[in-house]
C-alpha cells in the first residue's frame, strides 16, 4: 500500500468528521424542541401529524410508557409486513406477477426490517414485487432507523434530567426523527444517486437477447429511493440480491462513495449530538474518538490482509500481491474494503463484495465488528446505546480502581443501571453463540453449509452476529432462506435489538429520577485521552474474552491452515 491507496480512506474520514459536526449539533436542536431552519417547514406538518393522531406534543411518557408505545408499534409493524407479503399477488405494481412469499420467509424479513437488521435470506429482484418493497421495506427502513434515534435520544435525556419521572414522548421523537432528519436527507440521497445511473422505474424486467442468442432477464424497479434510505437509515437490504456491488444499486465510484458516506454519516454524528443534548461537547468527542479508534483498526487489519493476497496463489506462482476475489473491479481493494469495515462497524448491512471471499483474518475483524455489539459507530441510535453502556462499565471497573462509587456524566451508577448494562451487552452474544452451535450441532443446520471446516464455521458465526446484532450482512455461502435458519435468525433479530433497547430505557429512567453530582477532585475524568482508552480497552477485552474460542476455531483456524496450503 502506498499513500496514493491510502488518500481515499483519509479524504473519506475527513469529510465524515467535517459533515458530522453541524449534523450533530443539528440534531440536538432538533430533539430539545429548539428552532432550526426547517421548522418553518417541516414544523405545520409535524403540527398536523400530532392533531390527526391525537398526540399531545407536550405530555411525556415514563420509561415504561415508553418502552410500551414502542414495542407496540414496533408488533403492528412486523404484522402489517408479515401480511403485506402473504397477499403482494392481489397487490398492484407487481409486473412480474409475483405471488405470496413463503410464510417463514415472510415472517424472517417482517422481522428483518421491522428491526433495523434487513436480513435477507431471499432474492429481492425474484421474490418482492415493487408494491411490496415500497409500501413494505422501504417504509419500514425509515420507521425501523427513527425507533433507533429515538431510543438513544431518550436515553441522553436520563443523564440530562435530575429528579424527573419521564424521559420524553416516544410519538414526538419518533415524528422528529423521520420530518427533520430521515427525509429530508434521503431526498437528497435519491436524488443524487439516481442523476449518477441507479435505476428509479416502475418499469417491468426487460427480457433481452444475448449474443450468444439466449434470452437474458435485466430487472429493474424502484431502486434509488430504497437505496438512498437504506444506506441514511444503517439498513442495508438491497433492492438486488447482490445489493450494491450490483451495477444497478452503485453503477460507479461516485455512488459506491456516497453509499458509504450515507451509511456512516448518522452513526458518526450521533456521538457529537450526545455531547451537544448534554452542553458537554468534549464528551461527545471522547466517544467519537474511541469510536473511531476501534475503527481505525480493524480498517487497518483488513487493508493488511487483503493487501498481502492469498499465499496458495503464491505458491503456484501466481504472484498478484492482493485479493481480488469477489471485489468488484470498477471498485477494487480499497473501496471493498472500506464499505466491508463501514458496513459491519455501523449495522448496515449492505455490501458492494462479497465477504465470504475475503481472506480469513479479514473475515474474523468483520465478524468481530458485529459480535461486540455493532458499537464502533453502529446502527443508527442503536450504537451510540451500545457504546454508552460500555462506557458505564468502564466508569464501574474506574470505581473499583479508585475506590470510589462509580458515576457517569454526573450521574451515580448503582447496581440497577449495572444489571442492565450487563443484560444489554451479554444477551445478543449469548445469542449468537447458542444459535451457532446449534446449528453446528444438527443435520439441519449444517445441511445448509457449502463450505467445511472452519470456513464454514465462519460462515455461521456470521450469520447469527449478523442477526443478533441486527446489522442484516451476509458472509454468503450459507443457504439461509430454509425453515431452521429462517425461525433462529428471527429470534436473534428480535433479542438483540430489544435487548438493547429496553435496558437502556430502564438506566434511562434510572438515571432522570437522580440529583447531578458535582464534579470533584475525586471524579474520574471523561473527557481525555486515558477514559478514550480505557473504553476502547473495555469493549477489546470483553469482545476477546467472549468470543475468542469460537473466532480461533473458525477464522482464525483457518487463516493458519491457508498459509500451508489448505482451502475449503
Known amino acids: ?55 399531545n406534543e ?49 415472517l424472517n424479513a417482517a422481522i428483518s426490517f421491522v428491526t433495523n437488521t434487513n436480513w435477507q435470506s431471499y432474492s429481492g429482484e425474484m421474490t418482492m414485487s415493487y408494491f411490496t418493497q415500497m409500501a413494505g421495506l422501504t417504509v419500514q427502513n425509515f420507521l425501523s432507523a427513527a425507533v433507533g434515534l429515538s431510543s438513544v435520544i431518550a436515553l ?38 439516481s442523476s449518477q445511473g441507479v435505476v428509479q422505474t416502475l418499469r417491468p424486467s426487460i427480457h433481452a437477447r444475448t449474443l450468444e442468442g439466449r434470452e437474458q432477464v435485466i430487472a429493474l424497479g424502484p431502486t434509488a429511493s430504497q437505496v438512498a434510505i437504506k444506506q441514511l437509515g444503517t439498513n442495508g437490504g438491497g433492492f438486488f440480491n447482490t445489493n450494491s456491488a450490483h451495477p444497478f444499486e452503485s453503477p460507479t465510484p461516485l455512488t459506491d462513495f456516497m453509499e458509504v458516506f450515507g451509511l456512516m454519516l448518522l452513526p458518526v454524528s450521533l456521538p457529537l449530538t450526545f455531547g451537544a443534548m448534554l452542553n458537554k461537547r468534549r464528551q461527545g468527542w471522547a466517544i467519537f474518538a474511541s469510536m473511531m479508534a476501534l475503527f481505525l483498526i480493524g480498517l487497518a487489519v483488513t487493508l493488511w490482509s487483503e493487501f498481502q493476497g492469498n499465499p496458495i496463489l503464491e505458491r503456484i506462482g501466481i504472484h498478484n500481491g492482493i485479493n481480488m476475489e469477489g471485489k468488484e473491479v470498477r471498485f477494487g481493494v480499497i473501496h471493498s474494503i472500506l464499505f ?82 450487563v443484560i444489554a451487552v451479554l444477551s445478543p452474544a449469548v445469542t449468537m453463540l447458542l444459535m451457532a452451535s446449534i446449528a453446528i450441532s444438527t443435520k439441519i443446520g449444517l ?90 480497552g473495555v469493549v477489546i477485552v470483553v469482545g476477546a474474552l467472549t468470543f475468542f474460542p469460537a473466532l480461533t476455531l473458525g477464522p482464525l483456524l483457518e487463516h493458519l491452515l491457508v498459509q500451508i496450503g489448505k482451502t475449503f
Not at 483519509?10 to 440536538?28: I, R, S, V
Not at 414496533?74 to 392481489?90: K, R, S, V
Request: with cysteine; glycine share 8%.
Open 1 to 55: 500500500m502506498t499513500f496514493h491507496d491510502l488518500f481515499p480512506i483519509l479524504f473519506f474520514l475527513c469529510l465524515l468528521t467535517l459533515f458530522a459536526l453541524p449534523l450533530g449539533e443539528f440534531m440536538a436542536k432538533v430533539f430539545n424542541g429548539k428552532r432550526t431552519f426547517l421548522t418553518r417547514i417541516v414544523g405545520p406538518v409535524e403540527r398536523v401529524l400530532y392533531r390527526v393522531f391525537g398526540v
Open 58 to 106: 407536550k405530555e411525556e411518557m415514563s420509561w415504561k410508557t415508553y418502552a410500551f408505545s414502542l414495542i407496540i408499534f414496533n408488533a403492528i409493524g412486523i404484522m402489517g409486513l408479515f401480511i403485506l407479503q402473504l397477499i403482494q399477488g392481489w397487490l398492484p405494481f407487481n409486473p412480474q406477477k409475483f405471488g405470496a412469499v413463503r410464510w417463514d420467509t415472510a
Open 156 to 193: 441522553i435525556r436520563g443523564f440530562i434530567r435530575r429528579t424527573a419521572e419521564t424521559i420524553g414522548n416516544f410519538w414526538v421523537d419518533l415524528t422528529r426523527s423521520l420530518l427533520y432528519v430521515l427525509l429530508p436527507l434521503t431526498i437528497i440521497w435519491a436524488i443524487v444517486l
Open 340 to 421: 466491508a469495515q463501514s458496513t459491519t462497524a455501523v449495522a448496515s448491512g449492505a455490501v458492494n463484495s462479497m465477504h465470504d471471499s475475503l481472506m480469513p483474518l479479514s473475515g474474523l475483524v468483520l465478524i468481530f465488528n458485529m459480535a461486540i455489539g455493532e458499537v464502533i459507530f453502529g446502527g443508527v441510535g442503536v450504537g451510540l446505546i451500545g457504546m454508552i453502556i460500555y462506557a458505564i462499565l468502564t466508569m464501574f471497573l474506574a470505581g473499583l480502581m479508585i475506590g470510589r462509587t462509580p458515576e457517569f456524566i454526573g450521574k451515580k451508577l448503582e447496581p440497577y443501571e449495572m444489571m442492565m448494562s
Open 447 to 536: 445441511s445448509s453449509l457449502s463450505n467445511a471446516g472452519p470456513h464454514g464455521l465462519s460462515e455461521v458465526l456470521y450469520a447469527y452476529a449478523s442477526s443478533a446484532n441486527n446489522n442484516g450482512s451476509a458472509f454468503a455461502g450459507l443457504n439461509a432462506n430454509t425453515l431452521f435458519y429462517n425461525l433462529t435468525t428471527s429470534f436473534a433479530m428480535l433479542v438483540g435489538r430489544f435487548s438493547t433497547i429496553f435496558p437502556a430505557l430502564a438506566i434511562s429512567g434510572s438515571l432522570a429520577k437522580k440529583q447531578i453530582i458535582p464534579v470533584s477532585t475525586g471524579t474520574f475524568p471523561t473527557t481525555n485521552m486515558l477514559f478514550v482508552m480505557m473504553l476502547v
